[in-house]
């Protein structure tokens, strides 16, 4: 398998920016930012004001009203929900509470699936310390300094939260369906690996003609492929063949 990436990388370097990816079945990558630290602390900042809210319908109005409130009823009605509010939110909600939603934001495992019970509970569980110890210092530390967006309780569940509108990733600006009898032009692109595959896209994507010539040579130097077609063309064809062939195994 011939990863010509290491050569190519000063050329044509790959996006450094870090992404959660999701691979379909058709060998399409999908990919979504996490979200940004203030895209995280509105979405908190909304979650209290719907807590917040709960207790004033509560607590607050039928004092209002002169109800006479017990403890059994300020521990089950009151209490109980606003302790749970997150870790039920994202179980019930497919990883998002009501801030997130209105943030577009979802809890997502590193690799793009969706937590089970046990991620969201271990998220829940360390809020106390990642938000409940100095009003937050702890999860903005974190966040700030993981690379990917995570506090401690997403570091715990392998987790992060990332923003549901995600950007168009590489595959998806230059992924056609391609027609069941489609014939592959140069088999031997079976020599590349998926790394350079990314590559090729990504100097697709920026249409520079000197990134593109070289990574045209390095394709046909790798492969031993020869061919009178333009770069472009040459890379577009390389990447529906790997593509098809891929679908194929």
């Given at each position: 398998?011939?990863d010509?990436?290491?050569?190519?990388?000063?050329?044509?370097?790959?996006?450094?920016?870090?992404?959660?990816?999701?691979?379909?079945?058709?060998?399409?990558?999908?990919?979504?930012?996490?979200?940004?630290?203030?895209?995280?602390?509105?979405?908190?900042i909304?979650?209290?004001?719907?807590?917040?809210?709960?207790v004033?319908?509560?607590?607050?109005?039928?004092?209002?009203?002169?109800?006479?409130?017990?403890?059994?009823?300020?521990?089950?009605?009151?209490?109980?929900p606003?302790?749970?509010?997150?870790?039920?939110c994202?179980?019930?909600?497919?990883?998002?509470?009501?801030?997130?939603?209105?943030?577009?934001?979802?809890?997502?495992?590193?690799?793009?699936?969706q937590?089970?019970?046990?991620?969201?509970?271990?998220?829940?569980?360390?809020?106390?310390?990642?938000?409940?110890?100095f009003?937050?210092?702890?999860?903005?530390?974190?966040?700030?300094a993981?690379?990917r967006?995570?506090?401690?309780?997403?570091?715990?569940?392998?987790?992060?939260?990332?923003?549901?509108?995600?950007?168009?990733?590489?595959?998806?600006?230059?992924?056609?369906?391609?027609?069941?009898?489609?014939?592959?032009?140069?088999?031997?692109?079976?020599?590349?690996?998926?790394?350079d595959i990314?590559?090729?896209?990504?100097?697709?994507?920026?249409?520079?003609?000197?990134?593109?010539?070289?990574?045209?040579?390095?394709?046909?130097e790798?492969?031993?492929?020869?061919?009178?077609l333009?770069?472009?063309?040459?890379?577009?064809?390389?990447?529906?063949?790997?593509?098809?062939?891929?679908?194929?195994?």
């Amino acid at each position: 398998m011939g990863d010509f990436s290491p050569i190519f990388a000063e050329t044509c370097p790959a996006p450094v920016a870090m992404s959660v990816s999701i691979q379909t079945a058709q060998n399409v990558r999908l990919e979504y930012e996490p979200a940004s630290l203030g895209d995280r602390i509105l979405a908190t900042i909304l979650d209290n004001l719907v807590m917040l809210g709960w207790v004033l319908l509560t607590a607050a109005l039928p004092l209002s009203l002169k109800i006479n409130i017990g403890t059994f009823y300020v521990v089950l009605v009151i209490v109980i929900p606003i302790l749970l509010y997150h870790f039920i939110c994202e179980w019930l909600l497919n990883g998002q509470s009501v801030g997130k939603i209105a943030m577009k934001t979802r809890v997502v495992m590193l690799d793009g699936s969706q937590p089970g019970i046990g991620g969201y509970l271990l998220r829940w569980l360390l809020r106390i310390v990642d938000i409940g110890l100095f009003s937050g210092l702890v999860a903005v530390i974190c966040v700030a300094a993981t690379g990917r967006g995570q506090r401690l309780g997403d570091l715990a569940a392998g987790t992060t939260v990332v923003k549901l509108t995600r950007k168009v990733s590489l595959d998806e600006v230059l992924y056609n369906p391609l027609p069941t009898n489609y014939v592959v032009q140069f088999p031997d692109v079976r020599q590349l690996a998926d790394r350079d595959i990314q590559i090729i896209r990504e100097a697709l994507r920026r249409a520079d003609p000197a990134s593109l010539d070289r990574a045209a040579e390095k394709v046909q130097e790798v492969t031993g492929i020869r061919t009178t077609l333009w770069a472009r063309a040459f890379l577009e064809t390389v990447i529906s063949d790997y593509q098809f062939l891929a679908m194929q195994d």
